[in-house]
Protein backbone atom coordinates (compact mmCIF):
# COMPACT_ATOMS: atom_id res chain seq x y z
CA UNK A 1 0.00 0.00 0.00
CA UNK A 2 1.39 3.65 -0.79
CA UNK A 3 -0.91 6.49 0.34
CA UNK A 4 -0.42 9.81 -1.29
CA UNK A 5 -0.10 13.27 0.06
CA UNK A 6 -3.29 14.37 -0.91
CA UNK A 7 -3.90 18.14 -1.35
CA UNK A 8 -7.64 17.69 -2.65
CA UNK A 9 -9.81 20.99 -1.14
CA UNK A 10 -12.25 18.43 0.08
CA UNK A 11 -13.00 16.16 0.71
CA UNK A 12 -9.79 16.09 2.03
CA UNK A 13 -6.91 14.01 4.27
CA UNK A 14 -7.89 12.26 7.37
CA UNK A 15 -5.29 11.20 9.56
CA UNK A 16 -4.10 7.97 8.99
CA UNK A 17 -4.18 6.84 12.35
CA UNK A 18 -7.70 7.95 12.32
CA UNK A 19 -8.21 5.13 9.78
CA UNK A 20 -6.62 2.80 10.88
CA UNK A 21 -8.87 2.79 13.98
CA UNK A 22 -11.53 3.04 11.81
CA UNK A 23 -10.83 -0.24 9.78
CA UNK A 24 -9.78 -1.79 13.10
CA UNK A 25 -12.78 -1.31 14.53
CA UNK A 26 -14.79 -1.74 11.39
CA UNK A 27 -16.22 -5.11 11.46
CA UNK A 28 -16.91 -4.88 15.21
CA UNK A 29 -17.56 -1.42 17.59
CA UNK A 30 -16.49 -2.35 20.89
CA UNK A 31 -18.48 -5.25 21.89
CA UNK A 32 -21.06 -4.53 20.16
CA UNK A 33 -21.20 -7.30 17.80
CA UNK A 34 -21.54 -5.47 15.27
CA UNK A 35 -20.06 -2.84 12.88
CA UNK A 36 -20.95 1.15 13.98
CA UNK A 37 -22.62 1.27 10.44
CA UNK A 38 -24.89 -1.31 11.67
CA UNK A 39 -26.24 -0.29 14.89
CA UNK A 40 -29.20 1.74 15.73
CA UNK A 41 -28.80 5.57 16.05
CA UNK A 42 -30.66 5.50 19.26
CA UNK A 43 -28.96 2.57 20.53
CA UNK A 44 -26.37 3.06 23.81
CA UNK A 45 -23.44 2.16 21.80
CA UNK A 46 -24.26 4.74 19.04
CA UNK A 47 -25.18 7.70 22.04
CA UNK A 48 -22.35 7.27 24.00
CA UNK A 49 -20.12 7.69 20.69
CA UNK A 50 -22.49 10.70 19.64
CA UNK A 51 -22.06 12.29 23.25
CA UNK A 52 -17.87 11.42 23.16
CA UNK A 53 -17.96 13.44 20.09
CA UNK A 54 -19.95 16.19 20.92
CA UNK A 55 -17.91 16.36 24.16
CA UNK A 56 -14.87 16.50 22.54
CA UNK A 57 -15.72 19.03 20.20
CA UNK A 58 -16.80 21.44 22.81
CA UNK A 59 -13.63 20.92 25.07
CA UNK A 60 -11.48 21.30 21.39
CA UNK A 61 -13.27 24.53 20.72
CA UNK A 62 -13.81 25.74 24.48
CA UNK A 63 -17.51 26.03 23.30
CA UNK A 64 -19.59 28.04 26.14
CA UNK A 65 -22.54 26.26 27.56
CA UNK A 66 -25.39 28.32 26.35
CA UNK A 67 -24.31 27.25 22.57
CA UNK A 68 -25.67 23.96 20.90
CA UNK A 69 -23.94 21.49 18.96
CA UNK A 70 -25.55 19.67 16.30
CA UNK A 71 -24.59 16.87 13.76
CA UNK A 72 -26.91 17.52 10.25
CA UNK A 73 -26.93 16.75 7.10
CA UNK A 74 -26.96 18.43 3.91
CA UNK A 75 -23.40 20.01 3.99
CA UNK A 76 -22.73 23.64 4.34
CA UNK A 77 -24.87 24.33 1.03
CA UNK A 78 -27.73 23.15 3.11
CA UNK A 79 -26.81 25.75 5.69
CA UNK A 80 -27.29 28.39 3.30
CA UNK A 81 -30.57 28.07 3.34
CA UNK A 82 -31.34 26.89 6.81
CA UNK A 83 -29.52 30.17 8.13
CA UNK A 84 -32.18 32.84 6.63
CA UNK A 85 -34.59 30.05 7.53
CA UNK A 86 -33.53 30.40 10.94
CA UNK A 87 -32.33 33.82 11.81
CA UNK A 88 -34.57 36.01 10.52
CA UNK A 89 -37.32 34.97 13.13
CA UNK A 90 -39.95 34.53 10.39
CA UNK A 91 -42.47 32.71 13.28
CA UNK A 92 -42.30 36.11 15.16
CA UNK A 93 -43.15 38.79 12.65
CA UNK A 94 -39.51 38.58 11.76
CA UNK A 95 -37.37 41.07 10.01
CA UNK A 96 -36.63 40.97 5.87
CA UNK A 97 -32.78 41.69 5.71
CA UNK A 98 -30.16 39.98 5.84
CA UNK A 99 -26.34 41.25 5.71
CA UNK A 100 -23.30 39.43 3.72
CA UNK A 101 -20.13 40.07 3.58
CA UNK A 102 -18.82 38.87 -0.42
CA UNK A 103 -15.42 37.64 -0.20
CA UNK A 104 -15.35 35.35 -3.12
CA UNK A 105 -17.18 32.36 -3.93
CA UNK A 106 -18.58 30.75 -1.36
CA UNK A 107 -19.88 34.07 -0.08
CA UNK A 108 -21.68 34.25 -3.17
CA UNK A 109 -22.77 31.22 -3.24
CA UNK A 110 -24.57 31.64 0.41
CA UNK A 111 -25.55 35.04 -0.97
CA UNK A 112 -27.57 33.44 -4.12
CA UNK A 113 -28.95 31.10 -1.66
CA UNK A 114 -29.86 33.49 0.79
CA UNK A 115 -31.91 35.94 -1.75
CA UNK A 116 -34.50 33.11 -1.85
CA UNK A 117 -35.15 33.59 1.27
CA UNK A 118 -34.07 37.53 2.68
CA UNK A 119 -33.42 40.87 1.41
CA UNK A 120 -29.49 40.39 0.86
CA UNK A 121 -27.43 43.75 1.88
CA UNK A 122 -24.13 43.42 1.16
CA UNK A 123 -23.01 45.22 4.15
CA UNK A 124 -18.55 44.67 2.65
CA UNK A 125 -17.49 43.29 -0.35
CA UNK A 126 -13.79 42.61 -1.81
CA UNK A 127 -14.74 42.54 -5.70
CA UNK A 128 -12.78 45.47 -6.34
CA UNK A 129 -9.44 43.80 -5.35
CA UNK A 130 -10.23 41.22 -7.26
CA UNK A 131 -11.15 39.21 -3.83
CA UNK A 132 -7.20 39.44 -3.05
CA UNK A 133 -8.20 40.94 0.23
CA UNK A 134 -10.94 41.04 3.08
CA UNK A 135 -12.50 43.68 3.50
CA UNK A 136 -11.21 46.06 6.55
CA UNK A 137 -14.18 46.19 9.26
CA UNK A 138 -14.29 50.30 8.87
CA UNK A 139 -15.15 49.39 6.14
CA UNK A 140 -18.70 47.74 6.89
CA UNK A 141 -21.65 49.00 6.46
CA UNK A 142 -24.49 47.08 8.14
CA UNK A 143 -28.28 47.91 7.38
CA UNK A 144 -30.54 48.96 10.38
CA UNK A 145 -32.61 46.32 10.17
CA UNK A 146 -31.02 43.37 9.22
CA UNK A 147 -31.34 40.00 11.52
CA UNK A 148 -27.68 38.76 11.25
CA UNK A 149 -24.42 39.37 9.16
CA UNK A 150 -22.58 36.51 7.53
CA UNK A 151 -19.12 35.92 6.39
CA UNK A 152 -17.12 33.48 5.41
CA UNK A 153 -13.93 33.37 6.95
CA UNK A 154 -12.19 31.04 4.95
CA UNK A 155 -12.67 31.37 0.91
CA UNK A 156 -11.54 27.60 -0.36
CA UNK A 157 -11.22 28.38 -3.64
CA UNK A 158 -9.70 31.95 -3.57
CA UNK A 159 -7.29 31.13 -0.82
CA UNK A 160 -8.21 34.13 1.11
CA UNK A 161 -8.62 34.60 5.10
CA UNK A 162 -10.09 36.64 7.91
CA UNK A 163 -6.90 36.46 10.88
CA UNK A 164 -9.44 38.80 12.68
CA UNK A 165 -13.06 38.08 13.88
CA UNK A 166 -15.25 40.94 13.02
CA UNK A 167 -17.53 43.09 15.74
CA UNK A 168 -21.00 43.11 14.99
CA UNK A 169 -21.97 44.29 18.25
CA UNK A 170 -25.74 43.05 19.45
CA UNK A 171 -26.24 41.92 15.29
CA UNK A 172 -25.33 37.86 15.40
CA UNK A 173 -22.65 36.76 13.33
CA UNK A 174 -22.74 33.97 11.32
CA UNK A 175 -19.75 32.42 10.13
CA UNK A 176 -19.11 29.82 7.26
CA UNK A 177 -16.42 27.68 8.33
CA UNK A 178 -16.28 24.91 6.56
CA UNK A 179 -12.34 25.41 5.48
CA UNK A 180 -11.10 26.56 8.67
CA UNK A 181 -12.40 25.28 11.71
CA UNK A 182 -10.46 23.17 14.31
CA UNK A 183 -7.01 24.98 12.36
CA UNK A 184 -6.72 27.18 15.17
CA UNK A 185 -8.18 28.39 18.92
CA UNK A 186 -11.69 30.08 18.35
CA UNK A 187 -13.41 32.55 21.02
CA UNK A 188 -17.05 30.87 20.06
CA UNK A 189 -18.94 33.76 22.18
CA UNK A 190 -18.36 36.34 19.50
CA UNK A 191 -20.66 33.99 17.35
CA UNK A 192 -24.35 33.70 16.85
CA UNK A 193 -23.87 30.92 14.34
CA UNK A 194 -20.91 28.82 13.35
CA UNK A 195 -21.28 25.93 10.52
CA UNK A 196 -19.34 23.94 8.78
CA UNK A 197 -19.66 21.10 6.23
CA UNK A 198 -16.92 18.00 7.98
CA UNK A 199 -14.73 17.21 4.86
CA UNK A 200 -12.41 19.42 4.89
CA UNK A 201 -11.16 19.43 8.36
CA UNK A 202 -13.76 17.77 10.71
CA UNK A 203 -14.22 13.98 8.94
CA UNK A 204 -15.84 12.31 6.25
CA UNK A 205 -18.05 14.10 3.68
CA UNK A 206 -22.13 13.21 5.22
CA UNK A 207 -21.71 15.27 8.21
CA UNK A 208 -22.31 19.15 8.99
CA UNK A 209 -21.48 20.71 12.51
CA UNK A 210 -23.78 23.76 13.57
CA UNK A 211 -23.03 25.19 16.90
CA UNK A 212 -25.84 27.64 17.43
CA UNK A 213 -26.52 30.07 20.33
CA UNK A 214 -29.40 29.21 22.47
CA UNK A 215 -31.12 32.69 22.21
CA UNK A 216 -31.09 32.21 19.04
CA UNK A 217 -33.41 29.34 18.54
CA UNK A 218 -36.79 28.94 18.44
CA UNK A 219 -37.77 31.58 15.99
CA UNK A 220 -37.60 28.99 12.26
CA UNK A 221 -39.88 30.06 9.61
CA UNK A 222 -43.44 28.45 9.64
CA UNK A 223 -43.20 26.68 6.66
CA UNK A 224 -39.77 25.76 6.97
CA UNK A 225 -39.51 21.92 6.56
CA UNK A 226 -38.92 20.36 10.40
CA UNK A 227 -35.43 19.21 9.44
CA UNK A 228 -34.31 22.23 8.94
CA UNK A 229 -35.43 23.82 12.41
CA UNK A 230 -32.27 24.48 14.66
CA UNK A 231 -34.35 24.08 17.49
CA UNK A 232 -35.99 21.00 16.93
CA UNK A 233 -32.74 19.60 15.77
CA UNK A 234 -31.33 20.91 19.52
CA UNK A 235 -34.06 19.39 21.51
CA UNK A 236 -33.73 16.15 19.16
CA UNK A 237 -30.04 15.69 19.37
CA UNK A 238 -29.73 16.12 15.64
CA UNK A 239 -31.85 12.33 15.90
CA UNK A 240 -35.37 13.95 14.49
CA UNK A 241 -34.16 11.33 11.61
CA UNK A 242 -31.37 8.56 11.36
CA UNK A 243 -28.33 10.56 12.19
CA UNK A 244 -25.51 9.92 9.90
CA UNK A 245 -23.87 7.72 11.60
CA UNK A 246 -20.59 6.75 10.32
CA UNK A 247 -19.60 9.99 9.41
CA UNK A 248 -20.23 11.30 13.07
CA UNK A 249 -18.55 8.78 14.36
CA UNK A 250 -15.17 9.24 12.42
CA UNK A 251 -15.35 13.00 12.92
CA UNK A 252 -15.35 11.87 17.12
CA UNK A 253 -11.83 10.13 16.33
CA UNK A 254 -10.34 13.06 14.71
CA UNK A 255 -11.14 15.26 17.83
CA UNK A 256 -9.45 12.59 19.98
CA UNK A 257 -6.91 12.79 17.53
CA UNK A 258 -6.64 16.75 17.71
CA UNK A 259 -7.03 16.42 21.69
CA UNK A 260 -3.99 13.69 21.24
CA UNK A 261 -2.13 16.17 18.89
CA UNK A 262 -2.44 18.89 21.88
CA UNK A 263 -5.31 20.68 20.62
CA UNK A 264 -6.04 24.01 19.07
CA UNK A 265 -3.34 26.07 19.92
CA UNK A 266 -0.40 23.26 18.96
CA UNK A 267 -2.76 22.48 15.56
CA UNK A 268 -2.14 26.38 15.06
CA UNK A 269 1.71 26.36 15.60
CA UNK A 270 1.74 23.63 13.05
CA UNK A 271 -0.65 25.37 10.41
CA UNK A 272 1.09 28.25 10.45
CA UNK A 273 4.25 26.77 9.68
CA UNK A 274 3.06 24.43 6.96
CA UNK A 275 1.49 27.49 5.10
CA UNK A 276 4.56 29.59 6.00
CA UNK A 277 6.09 27.51 4.23
CA UNK A 278 4.62 27.22 0.87
CA UNK A 279 4.22 31.02 0.89
CA UNK A 280 8.15 31.57 1.21
CA UNK A 281 8.73 28.68 -1.34
CA UNK A 282 6.13 30.41 -3.58
CA UNK A 283 7.89 34.27 -2.50
CA UNK A 284 11.39 33.40 -3.27
CA UNK A 285 11.20 31.61 -6.51
CA UNK A 286 11.48 34.93 -8.23
CA UNK A 287 7.96 35.18 -10.13
CA UNK A 288 8.29 31.18 -11.00
CA UNK A 289 5.37 30.46 -8.58
CA UNK A 290 2.69 33.55 -7.34
CA UNK A 291 0.36 33.80 -5.05
CA UNK A 292 -1.91 36.71 -5.28
CA UNK A 293 -3.18 37.33 -2.18
CA UNK A 294 -2.64 40.19 0.06
CA UNK A 295 -0.32 38.68 2.40
CA UNK A 296 -2.51 39.92 5.47
CA UNK A 297 -5.24 37.77 4.14
CA UNK A 298 -3.66 34.22 2.71
CA UNK A 299 -5.36 31.20 3.57
CA UNK A 300 -3.49 29.25 5.90
CA UNK A 301 -5.27 25.82 4.51
CA UNK A 302 -5.78 26.46 0.92
CA UNK A 303 -2.48 27.49 -0.93
CA UNK A 304 -3.35 29.07 -4.84
CA UNK A 305 -0.19 29.94 -7.18
CA UNK A 306 0.17 30.17 -10.41
CA UNK A 307 2.88 29.59 -12.77
CA UNK A 308 4.58 32.29 -14.39
CA UNK A 309 4.27 29.89 -17.85
CA UNK A 310 0.74 28.66 -17.73
CA UNK A 311 1.70 26.31 -20.13
CA UNK A 312 4.02 24.52 -18.00
CA UNK A 313 0.71 24.04 -15.72
CA UNK A 314 -0.03 20.43 -16.85
CA UNK A 315 3.95 19.01 -16.25
CA UNK A 316 3.92 20.25 -13.17
CA UNK A 317 0.16 18.33 -12.34
CA UNK A 318 1.77 15.52 -13.94
CA UNK A 319 5.26 15.33 -12.39
CA UNK A 320 3.67 16.11 -8.87
CA UNK A 321 1.70 13.28 -9.31
CA UNK A 322 4.44 11.03 -10.35
CA UNK A 323 5.68 12.46 -6.98
CA UNK A 324 2.84 11.42 -5.03
CA UNK A 325 1.52 14.96 -5.04
CA UNK A 326 -2.17 14.81 -6.08
CA UNK A 327 -5.23 16.82 -6.88
CA UNK A 328 -3.20 20.28 -6.71
CA UNK A 329 -5.10 21.93 -9.66
CA UNK A 330 -6.89 24.71 -9.11
CA UNK A 331 -10.83 25.67 -9.22
CA UNK A 332 -12.26 25.14 -12.39
CA UNK A 333 -13.21 28.83 -11.68
CA UNK A 334 -10.17 30.60 -10.73
CA UNK A 335 -7.23 28.02 -12.67
CA UNK A 336 -3.55 27.39 -11.46
CA UNK A 337 -2.66 25.66 -8.27
CA UNK A 338 -4.29 25.24 -4.86
CA UNK A 339 -2.83 23.09 -2.59
CA UNK A 340 -5.35 22.57 0.60
CA UNK A 341 -3.38 21.69 3.59
CA UNK A 342 -6.05 21.09 6.08
CA UNK A 343 -5.13 19.78 9.61
CA UNK A 344 -4.40 16.29 8.78
CA UNK A 345 -2.07 17.12 6.30
CA UNK A 346 1.34 16.24 7.73
CA UNK A 347 4.16 18.42 7.71
CA UNK A 348 6.22 16.11 5.69
CA UNK A 349 3.54 16.18 3.08
CA UNK A 350 3.74 20.14 2.76
CA UNK A 351 8.13 19.36 2.87
CA UNK A 352 7.83 17.27 -0.14
CA UNK A 353 6.09 19.78 -2.08
CA UNK A 354 8.37 22.33 -1.28
CA UNK A 355 10.67 20.02 -2.43
CA UNK A 356 8.57 19.16 -5.61
CA UNK A 357 8.57 22.90 -6.40
CA UNK A 358 11.93 23.67 -6.07
CA UNK A 359 13.25 21.18 -7.98
CA UNK A 360 10.32 21.85 -10.70
CA UNK A 361 11.45 25.37 -11.12
CA UNK A 362 15.20 24.16 -11.63
CA UNK A 363 14.64 21.82 -14.06
CA UNK A 364 12.74 24.13 -15.99
CA UNK A 365 14.87 27.80 -15.45
C1 LIG B 1 -16.68 23.19 0.64
C2 LIG B 1 -17.33 24.43 1.11
C3 LIG B 1 -18.73 24.59 1.07
C4 LIG B 1 -19.65 23.54 0.51
O1 LIG B 1 -19.76 22.49 1.41
P1 LIG B 1 -20.75 21.27 1.17
O2 LIG B 1 -20.59 20.52 2.45
O3 LIG B 1 -20.27 20.54 -0.04
O4 LIG B 1 -22.12 21.81 0.99
C5 LIG B 1 -19.26 25.77 1.56
N1 LIG B 1 -18.48 26.73 2.07
C6 LIG B 1 -17.13 26.62 2.12
C7 LIG B 1 -16.32 27.73 2.70
C8 LIG B 1 -16.53 25.47 1.64
O5 LIG B 1 -15.19 25.35 1.69
Not at 5 to 13: D, T
Amino acid sequence: MSRVYNFSAGPGMLPEVVLERARDELLEWDGAGASVMEISHRSKDFLAIAEGAENNLRELLAIPDNYKVLFLQGGATLQFAMVPLNLLGGKLGGKKVADYVNTGHWSKKAITEAERFADVHIAAASDDSDFTTVPPQSSWQLHTDTAYVHFTPNETIGGLEFHWTPDTGDVPLVADMSSTILSRPLDVSKFGVIYAGAQKNIGPAGVTVVIVREDLLGKTSDNAPSLFDYQKQAESGSMMNTAPTFAWYVSGLVFEWLKEQGGLAVMEQVNERKAGKLYACIDGSDGFYKNHIDPKCRSRMNITFTLARPELDSVFLERAQEAGLVALKGHRSVGGMRASIYNAMPEQGVDALVEFMLAFHQRCD
